[in-house]
């Protein structure tokens, strides 16, 4: 049977399944003999125990997580990897390579990254393979191979020469046998593994996926107009690499799918948040590009089986089953039933990109929350903007967000390039635009502020200039920048509807500005419902509209919507809608600000706004079923109000109406007086408008508690802008660097200057790492000693020089201050210092002068050499406080005397005492506490960090010692 199958097959088909064993055999043969020596070198791991007993023993795994990682396949954890009786495929010794093995060098995860997915397009792809295309493919798989030995044996120093000649030989033998002895078996089995179902799935929803993909190729910066018009703007030519970042680190966009909160396990669930026009739909798409492409840029991208790209926006169905069968993969799936499709997705490895969660509806929210709880060893990449992720979070359990940040001025020169490239052929032309641009905005850049960091706004900006330099020079926020880009819009709707008519171009204005009203009423009424999708009586009324003012109305309605075709297995339907929020909520800001700044009926001027007026809003408002979306229209609306000059003053807003946008803001769509980024915005837009800062101000000054660190770079500039607008500090400041240097955090120095000058802001600032790295030249007297002197310090952490502990005297607000000193003759200053709030303590409570503030915690880092000092010349520290420490570094027993003898100089009342890094000893421990006994009875708890471990009669001795209590940490 098989020999006649054989007969039958095409020289190519022969071809293919010689490759498709080479591949499959190799892929299997090469990832056993890599975890055959890398197991061997691990010390928890000896000859024989099976996969079960290494994984719960020598690595500490549940039950739980065996099953999770291995599923199907835990059966074969029972067995040894030398057993003969193990069989696994690729996929199954790639589970052991990513999950057993422990962290391994990156050539050689990338190779073997690139092996299985050799097996992945053989096996899932449609291949006819010539006589020299197979020859160009087994050199390729040999040497693949040979590169994946030669990093093992670099990694382990091990020789693997005889393993490769022998893996070669057989490779070489394969393309020399007979067709009948081999390949029968080849084609046999491809046949089998094609009729399967899962096999069926992955190929044929490959094939579909990626025709239906080719839908997303454009990244259309004006994304309501048709993709026609921006044919240029493809993820190829376009895309540029983005600022990511975890945690205020920042991370490559290479390693997106392996971020994880620890080594052994990824987190399934990956966010992706950030604001609108920083570049997470790009993101998405740039995703589905390489998946599409096979490309290696991303790594791990083409260890799925299929990538499922959901644009939450264009979701109609509230369920997995009707999204894979009628939207998404209608043709795979129409001989399967809708209940074994799920089942048959949730056995294959799937990436789900889902784009958009800020512009889900009722059904798309649905999906994703399906999504969530049955596909739980799928991937997740969820976009959205920030106000919508805690909502997201709240379904997930392990996840990771990553902040999209957009362009550094470096890559935003880069877009441009490639922009111009994609636009103009001629490159002496291409090069002069890209130079007049680029001077452009670095002209603007103080007007323009961080807009242009957003991939978006520099995309808008672009195409303006290209059509409009002299509109373009003069934009200042996103506001002006969509006024113009709508102007332009409109302009040229004008021009080919007077084409099409004999009326002068005046009646066409006119009636396009008569008809643009009603779009702009409908956007804020779409607004409130919470929908994209024009319902069939609004898509009337447009263009019974645009027929009463005798102009074509296909024409003027697809100017600013869109005709989206959906086919689904009951027909096919045509909606007219808004291709994204932005679209909505600008049209929709238009229509507010007209709405509150008419005055017919209205004196605006007065106390405050109308009370029906102000009703009709909060009514429309609290109808909607997503009132997070009316922060960005408000945003717009602050740019787009008139300003006028009724009280002899500059142009300003009127007062009552922005008095009573803030009322929404902060009351009804519960924004806090802390989100500093949205309140730098409004100014912005606003233009700087002064009835606009001065509100800000106000509240920033009664309520608002800012935090500085290092997981928001960006942020402090934002609190510097604020703060310069506002002429306000907030009431309360924490500065929080632990794992970066201060001058890492942009723009911290002149900030805290200017906080120190407005005098009424209590500050908390704990430079975390200069407080604790031990040998660490950086001092934070540049930041502080403006704010001591300003006498606005409470809580005080770092490395003090001269200059910060002479100005520690005017810091009478001090609660708290924890200092590594590093010289003597810092130490003696800071000695004075507490001698006197010592004196002006006990004085205080010798006269009954009512409750001050005074020092409650006092820690000191002694970061001095061991017996690098006599500890004679030390000074005496005074103090009266709840709790004080003193932290040694380095030491080691034969310096553990010199250590008493500091604390007996210093303060022998030390509440808490501290050994960092050192190699003290069980003995030297016992040493300490023999001499010391006197300092011991004030002393709580001695903590030791040291290389020394205790032996289990020594633990005992030290869990029962209480005075003080002790605690031992190995590092």
């Given at each position: 049977?098989?020999?006649?199958?054989?007969?039958?097959?095409s020289?190519?088909d022969?071809n293919?399944?010689?490759?498709?064993?080479?591949?499959?055999?190799?892929?299997?043969?090469?990832?056993?003999?890599?975890?055959?020596?890398?197991?061997?070198?691990?010390?928890?791991?000896t000859?024989?125990?099976?996969i079960?007993?290494?994984?719960?023993?020598?690595?500490?795994?549940?039950n739980?997580?065996?099953?999770k990682?291995?599923?199907?396949?835990?059966?074969?954890?029972?067995?040894?990897?030398?057993?003969?009786?193990?069989?696994g495929?690729?996929?199954?010794?790639?589970?052991?390579?990513?999950?057993?093995?422990?962290?391994?060098?990156?050539?050689?995860?990338?190779?073997?990254?690139?092996?299985k997915?050799?097996?992945?397009?053989?096996?899932?792809?449609?291949?006819?393979?010539?006589?020299?295309?197979?020859?160009?493919?087994?050199?390729?798989?040999?040497?693949?191979?040979?590169?994946?030995?030669?990093?093992?044996?670099?990694?382990?120093?091990?020789?693997?020469?005889?393993?490769v000649?022998?893996?070669?030989?057989?490779?070489?033998?394969?393309?020399?046998?007979?067709?009948?002895?081999?390949?029968?078996?080849?084609?046999?089995?491809?046949?089998?593994?094609?009729?399967?179902?899962?096999?069926?799935?992955?190929?044929?929803?490959?094939?579909?996926?990626?025709k239906?993909?080719?839908?997303?190729?454009?990244?259309?910066?004006?994304?309501?107009?048709?993709?026609?018009?921006?044919?240029?703007?493809?993820?190829?030519?376009?895309?540029?690499?983005?600022?990511?970042?975890?945690?205020?680190?920042?991370i490559?966009?290479?390693?997106?799918?392996?971020?994880?909160?620890?080594?052994?396990?990824?987190?399934?669930?990956?966010?992706?948040?950030?604001?609108?026009?920083?570049?997470?739909?790009?993101?998405?798409?740039?995703?589905?590009?390489?998946?599409?492409?096979?490309?290696?840029?991303?790594?791990?991208?083409?260890?799925?089986?299929?990538?499922?790209?959901?644009?939450?926006?264009?979701?109609?169905?509230?369920?997995?089953?009707?999204?894979?069968?009628?939207?998404?993969l209608?043709?795979?799936?129409?001989?399967?039933?809708?209940d074994?499709?799920?089942?048959?997705?949730?056995?294959?490895?799937?990436?789900?990109?889902?784009?958009?969660?800020?512009?889900?509806?009722?059904?798309?929210?649905?999906l994703?929350?399906e999504?969530?709880?049955?596909?739980?060893?799928?991937?997740?990449?969820?976009?959205?903007?920030?106000?919508?992720?805690?909502?997201?979070?709240?379904?997930?359990?392990?996840?990771?967000?990553?902040?999209?940040?957009?362009?550094?001025?470096?890559?935003?020169?880069?877009?441009?390039?490639k922009?111009?490239?994609?636009?103009?052929?001629?490159?002496?032309?291409?090069?002069?635009k890209?130079?007049?641009?680029?001077?452009?905005?670095?002209?603007?850049?103080?007007?323009?502020?961080?807009?242009?960091?957003?991939?978006?706004a520099?995309?808008?900006?672009?195409?303006?200039?290209l059509?409009?330099?002299?509109?373009?020079?003069?934009?200042?926020?996103?506001?002006?920048?969509?006024?113009e880009?709508?102007k332009?819009?409109r302009?040229?709707?004008?021009?080919?509807?007077?084409?099409q008519?004999?009326?002068?171009?005046?009646?066409i204005?006119?009636?396009?500005?008569?008809?643009?009203?009603?779009?702009?009423?409908?956007?804020?009424?779409?607004?409130?419902?919470?929908?994209?999708?024009?319902?069939?009586?609004?898509?009337?009324?447009?263009?019974?509209?645009?027929e009463?003012?005798?102009?074509?109305?296909?024409?003027?309605?697809?100017?600013?919507?869109?005709?989206?075709?959906?086919?689904?297995?009951s027909?096919?339907?045509?909606?007219?809608?808004?291709?994204?929020?932005?679209a909505v909520?600008?049209?929709?800001?238009?229509?507010?600000?007209?709405?509150?700044?008419?005055?017919?009926?209205?004196?605006?001027?007065?106390?405050?706004?109308?009370?029906?007026?102000?009703?009709?809003?909060?009514?429309?408002?609290?109808?909607?079923?997503?009132?997070?979306?009316?922060?960005?229209?408000?945003i717009?609306t602050?740019?787009?109000?008139?300003?006028?000059?009724?009280?002899g003053?500059?142009d300003?807003?009127p007062?009552?109406?922005?008095?009573?946008?803030?009322?929404?803001?902060?009351?009804?769509?519960?924004?806090s007086?802390?989100e500093?980024?949205?309140w730098?915005?409004?100014?912005?837009?606003?233009?700087?408008?002064?009835?606009?800062?001065?509100?800000?101000?106000?509240?920033?000054?009664?309520?608002?508690?800012?935090?500085?660190?290092?997981t928001?770079?960006?942020?402090?500039?934002?609190?510097?802008?604020?703060?310069?607008a506002?002429?306000?500090s907030?009431?309360?400041?924490?500065?929080?660097?632990n794992?970066?240097?201060?001058?890492?955090?942009?723009?911290?120095?002149?900030?805290?200057?200017?906080?120190?000058?407005?005098?009424?802001?209590?500050v908390?600032?704990?430079?975390?790492?200069?407080?604790?790295?031990?040998?660490?030249?950086?001092?934070?007297?540049?930041?502080?000693?403006?704010?001591?002197?300003?006498?606005?310090?409470?809580?005080?952490?770092g490395?003090?020089?001269?200059?910060?502990?002479?100005?520690?005297?005017?810091?009478?607000?001090l609660?708290?201050?924890?200092?590594?000193?590093?010289?003597?003759?810092?130490?003696?200053v800071?000695?004075?210092?507490?001698?006197?709030?010592?004196k002006?303590?006990?004085?205080?409570?010798?006269?009954?002068?009512?409750?001050?503030?005074?020092?409650?915690?006092?820690?000191?880092?002694?970061?001095?050499?061991?017996?690098?000092?006599?500890?004679?010349?030390?000074p005496?520290l005074?103090?009266?406080?709840?709790?004080?420490?003193?932290?040694?570094?380095?030491?080691?027993?034969?310096?553990?005397?010199?250590?008493?003898?500091?604390?007996?100089?210093?303060?022998?009342?030390?509440?808490?005492?501290v050994?960092f890094?050192?190699?003290?000893?069980?003995?030297?421990?016992?040493?300490?506490?023999?001499?010391?006994?006197?300092?011991?009875k004030?002393?709580?708890?001695?903590?030791?960090?040291?290389?020394?471990?205790?032996s289990?009669?020594?633990?005992?001795?030290?869990?029962?010692h209480?005075?003080?209590?002790?605690?031992?940490?190995?590092?």
């Amino acid at each position: 049977m098989a020999i006649q199958n054989v007969v039958q097959c095409s020289n190519n088909d022969i071809n293919f399944g010689k490759y498709f064993k080479a591949v499959t055999s190799t892929g299997k043969i090469i990832m056993q003999k890599v975890s055959l020596l890398v197991l061997s070198s691990n010390t928890n791991y000896t000859a024989g125990m099976s996969i079960q007993s290494f994984c719960c023993g020598g690595l500490g795994w549940s039950n739980g997580e065996l099953r999770k990682i291995f599923r199907s396949d835990l059966p074969r954890t029972k067995f040894s990897l030398e057993d003969p009786q193990l069989e696994g495929d690729v996929t199954f010794w790639y589970k052991i390579i990513s999950n057993l093995l422990g962290p391994l060098p990156d050539s050689l995860k990338n190779k073997l990254s690139q092996l299985k997915n050799l097996r992945n397009c053989v096996c899932h792809e449609e291949l006819t393979i010539s006589d020299l295309d197979l020859i160009d493919k087994m050199q390729h798989l040999k040497m693949l191979s040979v590169d994946i030995m030669k990093d093992v044996d670099a990694f382990l120093r091990s020789d693997s020469s005889a393993f490769v000649d022998k893996l070669l030989e057989d490779l070489d033998d394969l393309l020399q046998q007979s067709i009948m002895t081999v390949i029968s078996a080849s084609v046999e089995c491809y046949k089998e593994f094609r009729d399967d179902l899962i096999g069926r799935l992955i190929r044929n929803g490959r094939r579909e996926l990626k025709k239906s993909y080719d839908s997303l190729k454009i990244l259309n910066p004006l994304n309501w107009l048709n993709d026609d018009q921006f044919h240029e703007f493809s993820v190829k030519n376009v895309f540029t690499v983005l600022q990511l970042s975890h945690a205020g680190v920042d991370i490559e966009q290479s390693n997106l799918l392996e971020l994880g909160n620890n080594i052994r396990f990824l987190a399934r669930v990956i966010i992706l948040s950030g604001v609108f026009g920083s570049g997470k739909t790009s993101l998405c798409r740039y995703l589905v590009h390489e998946w599409c492409s096979y490309s290696n840029s991303v790594h791990g991208l083409n260890d799925f089986d299929l990538l499922i790209h959901i644009s939450l926006q264009c979701v109609v169905s509230d369920n997995m089953k009707q999204f894979i069968t009628e939207q998404l993969l209608p043709l795979t799936t129409k001989d399967m039933k809708p209940d074994e499709v799920v089942l048959l997705l949730q056995n294959i490895r799937v990436l789900f990109v889902i784009d958009g969660y800020d512009e889900r509806n009722a059904a798309s929210r649905a999906l994703v929350k399906e999504i969530l709880m049955k596909f739980v060893d799928a991937k997740i990449v969820l976009a959205s903007r920030p106000e919508f992720t805690l909502e997201i979070k709240n379904m997930v359990g392990q996840h990771i967000e990553v902040s999209v940040l957009g362009f550094d001025a470096k890559r935003r020169v880069e877009y441009v390039d490639k922009v111009m490239t994609a636009l103009e052929p001629d490159k002496k032309e291409r090069r002069a635009k890209s130079d007049k641009f680029l001077s452009m905005i670095a002209n603007n850049s103080k007007r323009i502020g961080e807009q242009l960091d957003l991939p978006l706004a520099t995309s808008l900006l672009l195409i303006l200039w290209l059509k409009d330099p002299e509109s373009a020079s003069n934009i200042s926020s996103s506001t002006s920048l969509y006024v113009e880009l709508f102007k332009m819009f409109r302009s040229k709707l004008v021009n080919r509807l007077l084409n099409q008519s004999s009326s002068h171009q005046v009646q066409i204005e006119k009636a396009v500005d008569e008809w643009y009203r009603k779009v702009i009423r409908i956007a804020w009424k779409m607004l409130i419902s919470d929908t994209l999708y024009l319902s069939d009586g609004d898509r009337d009324e447009l263009v019974a509209a645009a027929e009463a003012l005798h102009i074509n109305p296909i024409e003027t309605l697809s100017t600013f919507l869109t005709c989206r075709m959906q086919e689904s297995l009951s027909g096919t339907s045509y909606c007219f809608s808004f291709m994204h929020n932005s679209a909505v909520e600008f049209m929709a800001a238009e229509y507010f600000s007209a709405f509150l700044s008419n005055t017919e009926n209205d004196e605006v001027t007065s106390h405050r706004i109308s009370l029906n007026r102000e009703q009709e809003v909060l009514r429309d408002l609290r109808k909607s079923g997503n009132i997070l979306r009316f922060r960005e229209m408000i945003i717009y609306t602050f740019g787009l109000l008139p300003k006028s000059n009724r009280q002899g003053d500059e142009d300003s807003i009127p007062v009552p109406i922005v008095e009573f946008l803030l009322k929404l803001l902060l009351e009804e769509l519960t924004v806090s007086e802390e989100e500093t980024e949205l309140w730098h915005n409004i100014i912005t837009e606003s233009r700087y408008d002064s009835a606009v800062r001065c509100a800000i101000g106000a509240a920033i000054n009664s309520k608002s508690w800012w935090t500085i660190d290092e997981t928001n770079k960006l942020l402090t500039n934002v609190h510097l802008s604020l703060m310069r607008a506002t002429f306000s500090s907030p009431a309360r400041l924490n500065v929080e660097t632990n794992f970066k240097s201060a001058r890492d955090i942009p723009h911290l120095a002149e900030f805290l200057l200017l906080v120190a000058i407005h005098k009424n802001c209590d500050v908390s600032l704990n430079f975390g790492r200069q407080f604790n790295i031990i040998d660490d030249q950086e001092q934070m007297d540049e930041m502080v000693v403006p704010l001591l002197r300003a006498n606005s310090v409470i809580e005080l952490t770092g490395h003090a020089g001269i200059k910060a502990m002479k100005a520690l005297k005017t810091a009478t607000k001090l609660r708290s201050i924890s200092l590594r000193i590093s010289s003597i003759e810092c130490l003696k200053v800071f000695a004075e210092y507490l001698k006197q709030s010592f004196k002006s303590f006990h004085f205080n409570q010798i006269l009954h002068l009512g409750k001050k503030t005074f020092l409650e915690n006092i820690e000191v880092f002694l970061d001095l050499q061991p017996n690098s000092v006599s500890p004679e010349l030390l000074p005496q520290l005074i103090f009266c406080v709840r709790r004080s420490v003193l932290k040694f570094c380095g030491v080691s027993d034969e310096e553990i005397d010199w250590c008493m003898k500091c604390l007996q100089k210093l303060n022998n009342k030390f509440s808490f005492v501290v050994f960092f890094q050192s190699q003290i000893t069980f003995s030297g421990i016992k040493r300490f506490l023999r001499r010391n006994s006197d300092a011991c009875k004030h002393m709580k708890a001695i903590l030791v960090h040291s290389s020394y471990k205790p032996s289990e009669s020594e633990n005992s001795f030290l869990h029962t010692h209480t005075r003080p209590i002790i605690r031992w940490c190995k590092v």
